[in-house]
């Protein structure tokens, strides 16, 4: 089994985990957004390298640490309860110090949430839960790329209508649309690598940004803490620069962007009058209607949008709320917890649905074909133009193709037969040494593909560069 | 114990539910936010009553309705499993009618999602499930405009400054203040009640909106089934037509929008610095800080905050959704369901939390006039120039009490006292005729409040009257 | 010419206009959008319109409000002159009164400004604005119902595939369609007028909301400045309440989003593949290429979307500007005045777009009918089924019609002759007496319409009683 | 004149242009956001380069890419007319052409418009106009850094409290606060250098990406266009791949935040009841008023914020129409334009009302401090119970102090004098070796500031070290 089928089977086991409910599968599916199991996890992870640091920097006594590490454990504490008692403070993080506390022996206390605000620590923890989330969603657009990479090599030289405001224009082939598609997919990987790299960081500035209570030693235990999680040390505490949320925000979205657009071609491109893809689907049956057998519902597509549609609203609210007062905002940072939650979630679901997507993708190469056969040649109009115009000159080629151009239309011919059928415009092409072969290498789709097959090899290899390099 | 107290303290004892999480308390207080579970009684709730209609209108047997309506229950159906199957077609009412098949006699199955397709069921489920949001939102947003009207009535007298672009102006009562916020909550109370009223609606359609599985009886099964739910019968199916699914938003972040207002106002107006009023809590010990004894955390006004803000991007990405194609969305579907759960718990959060903050509100009057008098007066410039204009002239006054309210701002004096202490000046002063008495009375906030008194007396009367309405 | 289309000529008769600019043509056509020209008169009439009031209060001589209105015409006011003065306040109203003071006898100022903040002028300026836009929107919005109905009429039986996730399902007719493009624009009007009538009202509080300068007469002249303007008088001046604005906005986010759904579906029946429908266009050559001669753009369609798309967006901000803090907010209720005029702009550029494009919309019956009959009686399957059910048992005739449909699919012959060709089900289906002419009639769209006459007549009905209602 | 002086200056002056209207000093300030006629310049630019690029390649005579850059200047065209000629194709580019044509000598017309698209057009000059934007946007904000990072020199050791939730916490310095603006600005800085670098590229891909009509010639005359505009050269035509204007959208928003944050803080800071910094303003008068002459309006701050809060919708809007149909979208892209347009607008008159807000901010030391003291030492409680921990023991320190700070808050004493008031407590401190100097010390502000010295020399460092980079 491929990698990104091992991984895409990896999720559907994933999937049986019993705190998907009713609507998990569609707009939650993969592990990019943080139950509240995580969130908890990614609180207690904090706590502990915290611990970890403190004792390092000598503020704790040897083993305060390990110790503080060894309770910190998702299941030995009670969410709910935590969260019932985060109404005192507005958050759960003074109830979860105190349950730690309770847990830890008595000489460890001193290195636990040393130095720290609640801030700190659900902004820290935020920040991996972001950076497992990247993993995630990268992982399944790097599988999602190969199959869409795939889908260009096959389809290089496969000849299809190039579609302008949903109008047939001129031919391109399914390889330049999947590179196109391909491009997209890893300019949002590469977004989201540097997010990942240079954005996120570690939060810790105690009470108000000054570490006041570690007096000198706070950018001593900051660095280490940094260092326990393998996070970025920032220069300064962000408490209220939230510059780091948007862009992470931004990233996110920016792939979402990406697959939704990959996803609105697609149940374009398998309507059936168009019928030119069509999904393969993630299970047996996925997109059947028994009701109406005649029907192959492109689900997979229609997911990833019902995903996709949700981040330019949940971007909305994280950048408005990064107007963020003095060292600690009244509600602004609280509405960035669940929305961040949100958008890692449905980011997570769209990359997870796209690996099954693209990698099950049908290509009827034949109804392709038909569909730019279906307007006569038509599509080949500037073509023949161009072909006519050195031996009749540029305006009285432009004008005998348009006038043929517009009997094809009424009459249902082809472009060719309009222009042959006419015997005036017959004898000037004959007269001006332009053969029925060369009309029919004219309006031949195949051979008006410009810079395509450049383009195609130009895009898989920058793709091959950017694999590589990962 | 008055409704309201009780209603809150009925909030309070089910937030003890244990599937609130780390932050349901925070951001999903009170029952106006949909569970999988809810959804799925809704779900039930709908095939149910379209059982019932389908036996009403003869087209199943006698006690089909019943007996479909009987197994209608969420604890017999398992939500993670219709969820997993969920993604064979898009969404779980095709398993979920599968399952409600295997539960009820075979006699009765023709009974079963009689005429209909999947988004019939969810789409009146969804209306369901606002309708019962919206009778959790307005129940609290009533107690807390009782709440506020007593704080008006309270305070119909009690000075302040009134503040533009956050600074001082002229004089206002909290009274005022309280009957704005008051306005604010009975506008958003009546937009809820209107959509609650006339555009919440069932939705039966079958397949692509024509009900043709039921010849030409799907009129009288939809009118059937609308009665059987309490909802309004559509002119028509309006199952691309989401203009009731704006409205529904709009109404929702409507209320947002008051209440997040008022929590602003309180948090700005609980500044350390200002001081003017303070948060009750709505539990012992909500608000204050161990490490830090001084501070008094505005935390419900807070924790309001952290819902509302996050209104204008769901609302956002409804209105968005509502460009949906031919007879059922490929995707912009899909992105209402979760989006419209999370507007109406934010929106429900928010209005459960607004009833302590307003029930709780301590006002400090003392403080409120101390800040008004620590400027001296010079809120009161505007009168002064008024009250000696009549002897001065127009120009002369205002240029007089120009002067004196810079030497005022400047030597850190009263206005009045800069008057006086300029010997010219009261020279002017006493030769006009106007006395100490005269220049005490000009500067005495409580003289220069306008329509206030009227203007809280109208709104106090615009309230009962609503009140006595409903 | 009917009212509609002159009307339409109307607005195009504008458009030379010029300072509609390079894209004003395309997402700002129609008056619904204030220029800078409309904000200052808006600003002007409010003005004159208070002076009036003053007068008839008594508090200004006779004359003055006859005066200030005389000369309060936005021609002889240089607006770029009061923008640069904008600065010193942030808003332009103190230069505009100070210019308006210049061009007034003297006697006449006491009336000018009276007991007014700059916010009064400017927000109730907006509502002069927002009502104009309105008029101007809903004028567009009811041609463009009238078109619609027409289409509905003329199509009632016109049949064509419903197509739900762009796939082909069962048979709709156009009619039905038009219908429910007809209810969405009725709705859309219906909402604004709702918020034409009791959401726009006049602002009038003075510095603070209490209109202190006035003394006592406030709400006495108040009451004569609505009365002057036509607008409603507020129970409460609603400096910081911005419910009114949120709902403004919300109408016409709800207009444009009943306008892009229908040009959604303009764009998709127009694909060249589909071409059920074409735009007449609104001008000679509107949609040609020259490049292309095959091409119709549905460039009216595209225009529409151009403007609807940035809808959601604009009520996002109007919404969250509404957390406005004491008695004027600093920066959100700046943030405002250009939102609601681009929202005012696109929504009244959308509506005029609307006209041509539905009154002008080629409608192609026998493609639809084609398009319908290329799926080969598949769309039927359920119909078949049903009338196979009482001679087979429901699920005998199912899984036979289910056989031959996937019989059907791969061979590429219609449903018919799959049941009929393979000799095991021509002998069942002659043993229960079913013929070719039963089946004939079982695959005959027009004979599975279920409700679409009944919901067409409906609609019809329902739209000529709110034509009649207005 | 220092440099960010004489910039403020410039734009000052430039904003005599007449086209601001009555709100583009305020929303539209600095020339970052594109007028028509900057429109019309960089679709020119674009023609006039596709030009020049055509003629290197040897696709036009020798002059002709001199000659249509000879003619294209905005003045010579008439945009309104361009404008109205526009809704034939839905874009003004056909017009554009046409016009231009019939200003170039007849040999030169081969290289106009050559192998080019609308969309090529458009796209590209988006790009230029970006770039432009960016560089007026850096320019201004690299200039609000300067003055910020003086403000963080001046005042690092100015001692302020710190507030969490809007209440005091513990003490910090204006000069972190200032570094924390300072980092926001660089970080949001840095972004758009990332985007102007690395993600603006040339558009050029023709009817359907493919440079069809160019034959083999495309990626030859991509190169040559992109470097005869100094834009980067993509991989593959980008057409219906709007990474790039997410990304480039993304990016203003982020200076938005920053931005809105400071100047947030700004409002909060000059509250009356506060009073720690005012605006110096920009002009003579700002913030200022006649009827209120205590008042000191914080002018500046309450327009940036009036822009800011425009980006999050504005960016949701461009976010969202990222779901491109085939080779080229209908109405997505159209949606953009105008929207891409106000963003720059907004966001360079944010950042240019920033170089004054900064550069004129006067910040009171002596009212931070005496803030600070008004809490009577209580924002040192914590550092009063470290001190008193060695010699009493951590819980007994802690419950001293607790009860202490409970008496101060009680009777408005300090906490001091609550612990030397108390006969008990004041023993155990002599007891324990305690003196009023050791007191005095925990609760000298200056004493507890942690890491604040070392967070100001990093980030000042950092900053250099930027600035010095670019």
């Excluded at 990479?149 to 030289?157: C, D, F, G, K, P």
């Excluded at 391109?172 to 977004?191: K, M, N, S």
């Excluded at 017959?426 to 031949?444: C, H, K, M």
């Amino acid at each position: 089994m491929s990698a990104p089928a091992a991984r895409s089977r990896a999720h559907h086991g994933r999937v049986n985990a019993p705190d998907h409910g009713l609507f998990g599968e569609l707009f939650g599916r993969g592990p990019a957004g943080p139950s509240d199991q995580d969130w908890l996890q990614a609180l207690l992870d904090t706590e502990a390298a915290l611990a970890r640091a403190a004792e390092r920097a000598g503020l704790a006594p040897a083993g305060a640490g390990a110790a503080v590490t060894a309770v910190a454990r998702a299941d030995r504490f009670d969410a709910a309860e935590l969260g019932r008692r985060a109404v005192l403070i507005g958050n759960p993080v003074s109830a979860l110090v105190r349950a730690l506390n309770d847990l830890v022996p008595a000489d460890a206390r001193e290195a636990v949430h040393r130095g720290a605000t609640s801030q700190d620590i659900i902004d820290t923890a935020a920040m991996l839960l972001a950076r497992r989330g990247i993993d995630a969603i990268d992982a399944d657009l790097r599988a999602a790329a190969e199959h869409t990479a795939e889908l260009a090599r096959a389809h290089a030289r496969t000849v299809m209508a190039g579609r302008t405001l949903l109008q047939q224009a001129v031919p391109v082939t399914f390889g330049l649309v999947a590179v196109g598609w391909l491009t997209a997919i890893d300019d949002a990987r590469r977004e989201l690598d540097r997010v990942r790299a240079t954005r996120l960081a570690v939060q810790f500035g105690g009470a108000a940004g000054t570490l006041a209570s570690l007096g000198t030693r706070g950018p001593e235990v900051a660095a280490l803490l940094a260092e326990e999680l393998g996070l970025p040390e920032p220069v300064l505490p962000w408490h209220t620069d939230r510059l780091r949320i948007v862009q992470l925000a931004a990233a996110l979205a920016g792939a979402c962007a990406a697959l939704g657009m990959i996803a609105r071609n697609v149940t374009l491109l398998a309507q059936t009058e168009v019928a030119e893809v069509a999904e393969g689907g993630d299970a047996p049956g996925q997109g059947g209607s028994s009701a109406m057998p005649h029907k192959r519902n492109p689900v997979v597509a229609v997911l990833i949008l019902g995903c996709t549609r949700r981040a330019p609203g949940l971007l909305a609210t994280l950048t408005a709320a990064a107007e963020q007062e003095h060292q600690r905002a009244a509600g602004a940072w609280h509405a960035e917890w669940e929305t961040l939650s949100e958008l890692l979630r449905v980011t997570g679901s769209a990359a997870s649905w796209s690996v099954p997507l693209l990698a099950g993708l049908r290509v009827d190469a034949a109804r392709m074909r038909a569909n730019l056969d279906a307007a006569g040649g038509l599509l080949l109009a500037e073509h023949v133009t161009a072909v006519l115009a050195p031996a009749l000159g540029r305006l009285a080629a432009h004008d005998l193709v348009a006038a043929a151009a517009a009997r094809a239309a009424a009459r249902g011919v082809s472009l060719s037969e309009a222009l042959l059928a006419d015997a005036a415009t017959a004898a000037r092409l004959r007269g001006a040494g332009v053969g029925e072969a060369d009309l029919a290498a004219a309006v031949d789709p195949a051979g008006y593909l410009g810079a395509t097959a450049e383009f195609v090899r130009r895009a898989l290899a920058e793709h091959d560069r950017i694999a590589d390099g990962t």
